[in-house]
């Protein structure tokens, strides 16, 4: 699950929640995974749905997380995000064939 926010600094970031089954707790979990950046500092037009993509794929890839793992996506429903074409989803059903996508107004409502 990932959600975009602006800080008091007006930095915008894109925070990144993990939600998995934990074995040895028998629960679902849901875990801070990453904070990032939704566009580059020298760059205001790089927040797009390929540098989000990319921040987000890389970060699995620094962990070594097989995208076969990933099953399901859940974000705001804003364009970039949820967009039928070129969007972070549209990009994930290419490299997660099946992948589950959840859209809410808010990603808050995940986690009720």
Same mark, same amino acid.
């Given at each position: 699950m990932t959600d975009e926010s602006t800080d008091i600094g007006t930095i915008k970031t894109s925070c990144v929640v993990a939600r998995f089954y934990d074995e040895s707790s028998?629960?679902?979990e849901s875990v801070f995974w990453q904070l990032h950046n939704v566009y580059d500092t020298d760059n205001p037009s790089s927040a *797009?749905?390929?540098h989000l993509y990319n921040g987000l794929i890389s970060t699995l890839n620094?962990?070594?997380?097989?995208?076969?793992? =990933?099953i399901g996506f859940g974000s705001d429903g804003c364009n970039v995000?949820?967009?039928?074409?070129? *969007?972070?989803?549209?990009r994930l059903r290419e490299s997660c064939p099946g992948i589950k996508h959840?859209?809410?107004?808010?990603?808050? =409502?995940?986690f009720m």
């Open positions: 028998e629960i679902i *797009s749905a390929e620094e962990y070594e997380i097989p995208l076969t793992n =990933i995000m949820m967009g039928q074409h070129n *969007s972070v989803v549209s959840l859209q809410k107004k808010c990603v808050c =409502i995940f």
